[in-house]
């Protein structure tokens, strides 16, 4: 079953602008993370945000939540080439073990 | 800095033969996770154990698969027989915390190719 869906699934940017990419996720949760993968590796957390928070910022990365569209967004600043990678979001249901999305591909052109 | 160990980092088999692979968490993390990662697909949770006790292994296909973590350290995930349909990527994953708490240290990951 796929809880959280990414969305644009692949996406294209010029160094050094701004990335978005949202999940959406169908059932409440008790909160939602943020993985990176770079090709062909493990993934690497990023950033977790409770259901009872709303923003959260961790250096160029900026994360929101929405529980009551269920959805949350991911935002990266100032794009650089090494931010080039897949970008997962986790969501935990509640009483539920962890689900992960699809993922949103991003490339960061030079 | 700690890291999760993995091995093998590749690995060939043919059909209906058994394999194996091997994760070391990092050390004194309790939970440990195996993930499998479809081309293109996000991880997919397998199995879940706390310390040597599974917690979930609702989507491990148990007619094939095993999991176990003797001694609540390391993990070994074994496929016998394997079928063309588990070429994926294996990722071990453990957290300090349990549960919805915890985030999450991957592997490099076993990538599975069955022929």
């Known amino acids: 079953s796929q809880q959280g869906e990414e969305d644009p699934q692949a996406l294209s940017i010029q160094e050094g602008e701004n990335a978005t990419m949202n999940c959406s996720y169908k059932t409440s949760i008790n909160n939602l993370q943020w993985y990176r993968q770079n090709s062909g590796r493990g993934l690497v957390h990023l950033i977790l945000?409770?259901?009872?928070?709303r923003e959260k910022h961790s250096g160029r990365l900026r994360v929101t939540l929405d529980t009551s569209k269920k959805s949350s967004s991911l935002l990266i600043t100032a794009s650089r080439a090494a931010d080039t990678a897949s970008y997962f979001c986790?969501?935990?249901?509640?009483?539920?073990?962890?689900?992960f999305g699809k993922g949103t591909r991003l490339h960061i052109l030079p | 800095e700690a890291e999760v160990a993995q091995s093998p980092r590749y690995k060939i088999t043919e059909k209906s033969q058994a394999v194996a692979f091997w994760c070391d968490p990092i050390s004194g993390h309790a939970t440990l996770y195996w993930y499998r990662q479809i081309l293109g697909q996000g991880p997919e949770l397998l199995v879940q154990?706390?310390?040597?006790?599974?917690?979930?292994d609702s989507q491990l296909p148990k007619d094939r698969f095993s999991a176990e973590r003797l001694k609540g350290v390391d993990s070994t995930l074994k496929i016998q027989p394997a079928e063309l349909g588990d070429s994926a990527m294996y990722l071990c994953a453990s957290s300090l915390a349990s549960g919805w708490e915890g985030e999450q240290f991957f592997g490099p990951g076993t990538r599975l190719t069955v022929l």
């Open positions: 945000i409770r259901s009872n928070e």
């Open positions: 154990f706390q310390d040597e006790s599974v917690v979930d």
């Open positions: 986790a969501t935990y249901p509640l009483n539920d073990k962890i689900i």
